[in-house]
């Protein structure tokens, strides 16, 4: 089972709103992502945790707040977001996450943000 | 930093035509490297994946792709695409030099015609 699951599928929020974005998986890894994708551009990575810790922001604004509660579950705050953050949030997950290691990641079917 | 070029935007093909997707990254040492495909209102699929090894690797739905080191390449290809091949498809490049940070090409949409 290769399966990352993705809730909710759509959210509509103003730009006073918190909300929260949440991703699952089942697949015993360790390492779990967040990437933006805007309509007609390529995923673009967000954060990256390894074993829980937080190991790569990619400079993201601080109203977007990731946490990752244990190794299966990894959330995506948001608060006081922009226009512009409207776009497909994917997230992504693989065995380990670090190092030199030749993992695969699999990705869900992603939340649609609209911020209005 | 490494980036990865698609050079095809859109490519239109009919059924039963032979598809190739080009796929030119920048960085010089040991990477790995893969194929994801977008199926409308779906989510992103790995099609294939090099790591090491036979640099022409094959994937699911008869897609195939040749690592050429020297050119920094990773060619996506398929014999005869099908109406239901119709989808954007993503090459992505993994540096190995650190945490997995798979960086994308910009996509290729290609449309079959029936």
């Known amino acids: 089972d290769t399966e990352v699951t993705q809730t909710p599928k759509h959210l509509v929020m103003g730009m006073t709103n918190k909300k929260s974005l949440k991703c699952e998986q089942h697949m015993g890894h360790r390492a779990m992502y967040w990437y933006k994708q805007k309509a007609k551009k390529p995923p673009e990575l967000m954060f990256v945790?390894?074993?829980?810790?937080?190991?790569i922001n990619e400079s993201v604004p601080s109203r977007f707040s990731p946490e990752c509660p244990n190794s299966s579950l990894l959330n995506l705050h948001l608060h006081a977001l922009q226009p512009e953050d409207s776009a497909l949030y994917l997230c992504?997950?693989?065995?380990?996450?670090?190092?030199?290691?030749?993992?695969?990641?699999?990705f869900g079917p992603g939340t649609r943000l609209l911020v209005l | 930093a490494q980036s990865v070029s698609q050079h095809n935007h859109h490519v239109i093909l009919s059924e039963a035509a032979s598809l190739e997707l080009g796929c030119n990254y920048s960085y010089g040492g040991t990477v790995n490297l893969f194929w994801y495909v977008q199926y409308p209102g779906q989510h992103l699929q790995l099609l294939l994946k090099?790591?090491?090894?036979?640099?022409l690797v094959k994937g699911i739905k008869g897609f195939e792709a040749e690592f050429i080191k020297s050119k920094f390449s990773f060619n996506l290809r398929k014999p005869s695409v099908q109406w239901s091949d119709t989808a954007e498809y993503f090459c992505a490049v993994n540096a190995n030099t650190g945490f997995q940070k798979l960086v994308f090409g910009t996509g290729t949409r290609l449309l079959v015609s029936p």
């Open positions: 992504a997950s693989s065995q380990r996450g670090g190092g030199t290691s030749q993992e695969t990641q699999y």
């Open positions: 945790y390894s074993y829980e810790k937080l190991s």
């Open positions: 090099y790591f090491s090894g036979d640099p």
